[in-house]
């Protein structure tokens, strides 16, 4: 399954549900605000690295830049641009988006 | 602030103004939405600060790039501030802390308060707007 975040993890509790249903080897693919989650130094970066041990994390590229975030990438978070989006989307038989 | 007094003769009560600003930028419409109110305000001669807690610190964050959102960078606009004399900029520490962000990462000069002064500058205000 991919499941899909779009809300900050330091306002929301989104992530950290998503997190705890999502079953071994599916994919996470953090967009807008979410990205924030995946940088080096925020308060859910523990988070994160925990989960990449089960999971695929992933973080939409455009949505760093546009929060000045693209440096800041956590090591084993697979950044990807619009077609990768749609990759995962096609590759995946379901996914859940965490509104 | 002595000089506009003058100029307003009793036509204006200058009121302390907080703009507290709590969001990230581009994921909800709120952080545009504020500063544009502060722009507004600034043409009342009011006395505004600006306050950056929780996500809305990053609104601040130097390098945005929105091209690949196609959305306005609206980023810019806060260095403008000051040539509308908005100049009382402020950041909560532990919002900069728990996000791994420091005063070198954003894109104009701020003050960066403790809890409890950021908590005594919002109990002074006449009218605290949140966004």
């Known amino acids: 399954m991919l499941h899909i975040v779009n809300k900050s993890a330091t306002e929301r509790s989104s992530l950290e549900s998503c997190l705890r249903m999502a079953t071994k080897g599916s994919a996470v693919l953090l967009i807008e605000d979410a990205v924030c989650a995946a940088t080096s130094g925020n308060a859910a970066a523990a988070k994160i690295q925990a989960a990449a041990a089960d999971l695929k994390i992933y973080a939409l590229g455009p949505d760093l830049a546009a929060r000045g975030m693209a440096g800041r990438v956590l090591d084993g978070v697979n950044v990807v641009d619009y077609g990768g989006f749609v990759d995962l989307v096609a590759e995946h038989s379901n996914c859940q988006s965490w509104l | ?131």
Request: charged share 30%.
């Open chain 2, 1 to 131: 602030m002595s000089d506009m007094d003058e100029m307003d003769e009793g036509s204006g009560i200058v009121k302390k103004f907080m703009f507290l600003n709590r969001k990230a930028p581009h994921g909800t419409v709120y952080a545009l939405e504020g500063l544009e109110v502060v722009l507004i305000t600034a043409a009342f001669d009011q006395d505004v600060s600006m306050v950056f807690t929780d996500d809305g610190v990053y609104q601040l964050m130097k390098g945005i790039d929105t091209k690949g959102i196609e959305v306005k960078d609206f980023s810019k606009t806060y260095r403008a501030l000051e040539g509308y004399d908005i100049e009382k900029l402020y950041v909560d520490q532990a919002s900069m802390d728990a996000r791994g962000l420091t005063e070198d990462d954003l894109i104009v000069d701020v003050t960066v308060l403790p809890v409890d002064e950021m908590a005594n500058l919002m109990a002074e205000q006449d009218v605290v707007i949140s966004f």
